[in-house]
């Protein structure tokens, strides 16, 4: 037998070694492995008594060390050393993107320690906290409905808008991509907040990182909320973005034309929108199409303009002829 199958189940000794190892069931699967000699000759047999109690064992262990790690990265936020801090933020974010250990954070009170961190001076823990708030929210129900009766929305927002550094912008543009997707609670605030502002704001940045996460998640909230695509309408949304793509084209315009497909399909005022003379779209789409013509890379983008001219500019087109 092995040293370590030999090691203290109460996490002593080598067990620490296992602790550290075991931090998510991928983690807990590996140290099966490793535990037991080989997979058993008959898969659909019983698990044996001993390899039951070293996976309880093991479980036991991973879930204390997890809440150990969690309670002292707690603790380090309500310091004053930004060293400290920011250490516990990295290692918040090797965890809370497991919902379960995310939803446990937020019970001990990790939500409203994380959040004012989004306030620091310091560039790099506005970045990270902003990070923490965006695993945690993503895909949780729970942690969703915690943020936004935090009122975590706005802030995040204004990150977003304001901050005079990239990295925080772009880290906050992920968490509100994270609060809103599938969370019409969220993307109604979204909607009062004038986030769509926001978003025209980072597409308006030069930043490439930051234009394509905006562009992309204003296409995805759009294909989600009916109420956002009348409010996109109702602040000039479709003229903002067709002066966007009169700029020459970069990759992240796919993410542009998508959005505007979406704003489209709806018809009616949108379509009227779009077809405003001094928009220019049509002619814009019909640049487009000859310069990426031919070009693999732009098959999306083309399906995009070959679409928003059958949804807006077929009519005319038949005139014309």
């Known amino acids: 037998m092995s040293s370590n199958q030999g090691a203290p189940a109460d996490g002593s000794g080598s067990g620490d070694g296992r602790r550290d190892q075991v931090r998510d069931m991928q983690g807990l699967l590996r140290l099966s492995i490793q535990h037991g000699t080989a997979e058993p000759a008959d898969p659909g047999a019983p698990m044996d008594d001993e390899r039951r109690q070293f996976l309880a064992a093991a479980m036991h262990h991973a879930s204390s060390a997890i809440t150990d790690t969690l309670r002292t990265a707690l603790a380090a936020l309500a310091e004053t050393d930004t060293e400290r801090q920011l250490a516990a933020l990295r290692v918040l974010?090797?965890?809370?993107?497991?919902?379960?250990?995310?939803?446990?954070?937020?019970?001990?009170?990790?939500?409203?320690?994380?959040?004012?961190?989004?306030?620091?001076?310091?560039?790099?823990?506005?970045?990270?906290?902003?990070?923490?708030?965006?695993?945690?929210?993503?895909?949780?129900?729970q942690c969703q409905r915690a943020a936004l009766a935090a009122g975590l929305l706005p802030?995040?927002?204004?990150?977003?808008?304001?901050?005079?550094?990239?990295?925080?912008?772009?880290?906050?543009?992920?968490?509100?991509?994270?609060?809103?997707?599938?969370?019409?609670?969220?993307?109604a605030v979204f909607c009062a907040q004038d986030g769509c502002t926001a978003l025209v704001s980072a597409m308006?940045?030069?930043?490439?990182?930051?234009?394509?996460?905006?562009?992309?998640?204003?296409?995805?909230?759009?294909?989600?909320?009916?109420?956002?695509?009348?409010?996109?309408?109702?602040?000039?949304?479709?003229?903002?973005?067709?002066?966007?793509?009169?700029?020459?084209?970069?990759?992240?315009?796919?993410?542009?034309?998508?959005?505007?497909?979406?704003?489209?399909?709806?018809?009616?005022?949108?379509?009227?929108?779009?077809?405003?003379?001094?928009?220019?779209?049509?002619q814009l789409l019909t640049v487009r199409e000859q310069e990426l013509k031919g070009l693999d890379e732009a098959l999306e983008v083309l399906e995009h303009c070959r679409t928003l001219r059958q949804l807006c500019f077929s009519a005319e087109d038949e005139g014309e002829r």
């Open 204 to 282: 308006q940045s030069g930043q490439p990182r930051l234009q394509t996460k905006a562009a992309f998640l204003l296409g995805t909230v759009c294909s989600e909320s009916g109420e956002l695509r009348r409010r996109a309408l109702d602040v000039g949304l479709i003229e903002q973005v067709c002066g966007l793509l009169a700029a020459p084209h970069q990759s992240w315009h796919e993410h542009l034309l998508a959005a505007l497909t979406v704003l489209a399909a709806d018809g009616g005022r949108a379509a009227a929108e779009c077809r405003r003379p001094e928009l220019r779209l049509a």
């Open 93 to 141: 974010r090797d965890h809370v993107d497991q919902v379960d250990v995310a939803n446990d954070f937020e019970k001990m009170g990790g939500l409203a320690a994380v959040q004012p961190l989004l306030a620091s001076a310091d560039g790099e823990i506005r970045a990270e906290a902003a990070g923490v708030l965006g695993d945690m929210v993503q895909n949780n129900p």
């Open 155 to 187: 802030q995040l927002l204004k990150v977003v808008q304001a901050d005079p550094e990239p990295v925080p912008r772009v880290t906050a543009l992920q968490a509100v991509s994270g609060l809103l997707r599938h969370y019409p609670p969220a993307q």
